[in-house]
């Protein structure tokens, strides 16, 4: 018999009784979302302030160091589903080793989405850093990467993840596991 992981949220309880209590007081659910929401946020920003105090000043928590040939593979990555975003180069296939074939389909429909959406004729260019948040799940590493594109004078919000399975990083250890391109 298997079983399917089950994915736990600490305090999920807690805030589906707040919502709870909300509705039983005839609040929209709209505004009991928005309530929640800003309480969620004061939280953390209360906690981020609590340690910064006691760090002196010190960053809360470290920024992931990512090594640098990950980075390497993500940026060739980004530079290739890039290419096939502006319309540079043929669709990612499972040929590319960059991506998984959802990975890869997720490139191919941004840049179908960009084509139907848009007369732009503008290529996209990355020019800075990328936020990259890193996840450790056993020997599984997931990297979260955001960042900013410009398209002729607009900007768009790129969003990437990756992973690796392993903790040594090697040739195409890095895989592209979804892409997307946010369209206003």
Same mark, same amino acid.
């Given at each position: 018999?298997?079983?399917?992981?089950?994915?736990?949220?600490?305090?999920?309880?807690?805030?589906?009784?707040?919502?709870?209590?909300?509705?039983?007081? @005839?609040?929209?659910?709209?505004?009991?979302?928005?309530?929640?929401?800003?309480?969620?946020?004061?939280?953390?920003?209360?906690?981020?302030?609590?340690?910064?105090?006691?760090?002196?000043?010190?960053?809360?928590?470290?920024?992931? @160091?990512?090594?640098?040939?990950?980075?390497?593979?993500?940026?060739?990555?980004?530079?290739?589903?890039?290419?096939?975003? @502006?319309?540079?180069?043929?669709?990612? !296939?499972?040929?590319?080793?960059?991506? !998984?074939?959802?990975?890869?389909?997720?490139?191919?429909?941004?840049?179908?989405?960009?084509?139907?959406?848009?007369?732009? !004729?503008?290529?996209?260019?990355?020019?800075?850093?990328?936020?990259?948040?890193?996840?450790?799940?056993?020997?599984?590493?997931?990297?979260?990467?955001?960042?900013?594109?410009?398209?002729?004078?607009?900007?768009?919000?790129?969003?990437?993840?990756?992973?690796?399975?392993?903790?040594?990083?090697?040739?195409?250890?890095?895989?592209?596991?979804?892409?997307?391109?946010?369209?206003?």
């Amino acid at each position: 018999m298997t079983t399917s992981p089950a994915y736990v949220i600490p305090g999920a309880e807690g805030i589906a009784a707040a919502y709870a209590d909300m509705r039983r007081y @005839n609040v929209a659910p709209l505004a009991a979302s928005d309530w929640l929401i800003e309480q969620v946020k004061d939280a953390a920003r209360d906690d981020i302030a609590q340690q910064l105090e006691r760090n002196h000043g010190a960053p809360a928590e470290e920024s992931p @160091n990512v090594a640098d040939l990950v980075l390497r593979q993500i940026y060739r990555a980004i530079g290739v589903a890039l290419a096939v975003y @502006n319309n540079q180069r043929s669709r990612v !296939t499972d040929m590319d080793h960059i991506a !998984t074939p959802q990975g890869a389909a997720a490139i191919n429909r941004a840049a179908v989405a960009r084509k139907v959406r848009t007369n732009d !004729t503008h290529r996209a260019i990355f020019e800075y850093t990328p936020d990259i948040d890193t996840v450790e799940n056993g020997k599984e590493t997931i990297y979260y990467v955001s960042g900013v594109i410009y398209v002729g004078p607009r900007v768009r919000a790129l969003t990437a993840r990756f992973t690796s399975t392993t903790n040594a990083p090697t040739a195409h250890s890095v895989t592209l596991t979804h892409f997307d391109v946010l369209l206003p």
